[in-house]
């Protein structure tokens, strides 16, 4: 029962950043997902402001909201959950907890990369990149993976040590919110982009741990599943 009501706790947040998202969307659509003023002075300024050493440093802060470190996190938090909800009626039901964090990366991944294509809002001009970039621009794909990512291991460690949940929720903020940064600081990305990336993982990251996805335990029934993370 407990479960139950963490389960719809959750769900009521993750509705709201949802429908944040959407209202960001909405901003964005009504200007013709061309920037706000407030957006093109944010590039502007970045791109005025680029001594060497900061872009190198943003460079390989940036680097990390893609390719396989994120999936490494979501793969340490499906280790630290495995070890925290022993034992396990089989090994099967060990290698779901382990890979539910992954799957859901994933699953998320392909819900942004089609959000993104539905949206299809232009870049800031290639003129003011200072990295190299694809695709459209919103939701940001790094500003979302990173902080879908950090939010995976954060919650994980939250469930394995309760009082570990504001160090860990403080983390993952600081890790999404620097290389979101970044996006707009190389020039890759409107600040909206990146909103729209943390409010779409932070309701994705919400809605995962309200699912009931995770099998019982040892001793429980073979029907009974309970909460995520």
């Given at each position: 029962m407990a479960d139950r009501v963490s389960a719809r706790r959750t769900a009521a947040p993750a509705a709201a950043c949802a429908a944040a998202f959407g209202a960001v969307a909405v901003a964005a659509a009504a200007n013709g997902w061309a920037p706000y003023g407030f957006e093109q002075a944010a590039v502007d300024w970045a791109v005025a402001h680029r001594p060497s050493a900061a872009v190198t440093a943003?460079?390989?802060?940036?680097?990390?909201?893609?390719?396989?470190?994120?999936?490494?996190?979501?793969?340490a938090a499906g280790l630290v959950l495995v070890r925290s909800v022993r034992p396990?009626?089989?090994?099967?039901?060990?290698?779901?907890?382990?890979?539910?964090?992954?799957?859901?990366l994933a699953a998320g991944q392909l819900l942004r990369q089609g959000l993104m294509h539905a949206f299809a809002r232009p870049r800031p001009p290639v003129a003011d990149w200072a990295f190299t970039a694809?695709?459209?621009?919103?939701?940001?794909?790094?500003?979302?993976?990173?902080?879908?990512?950090?939010?995976?291991?954060?919650?994980a460690a939250a469930r394995a040590r309760p009082g570990a949940r504001r160090p860990a929720a403080a983390a993952a903020a600081l890790f999404a919110a620097v290389i979101g940064l970044t996006r707009v600081y190389l020039g890759v990305h409107w600040p909206l982009d990146?909103?729209?990336?943390?409010?779409?993982?932070t309701a994705w990251l919400l809605l995962g741990s309200a699912l009931p996805w995770r099998p019982g335990r040892h001793g429980e029934s073979p029907n009974r599943v309970t909460t995520s993370m």
């Open positions: 943003a460079k390989a802060v940036t680097a990390l909201g893609t390719g396989a470190f994120p999936y490494l996190l979501a793969l396990y009626r089989s090994g099967r039901a060990a290698a779901a907890v382990l890979l539910a964090p992954v799957l859901w694809s695709g459209f621009a919103f939701p940001s794909g790094h500003s979302f993976t990173s902080a879908l990512s950090a939010g995976l291991i954060a919650l990146v909103l729209g990336g943390w409010l779409l993982a």
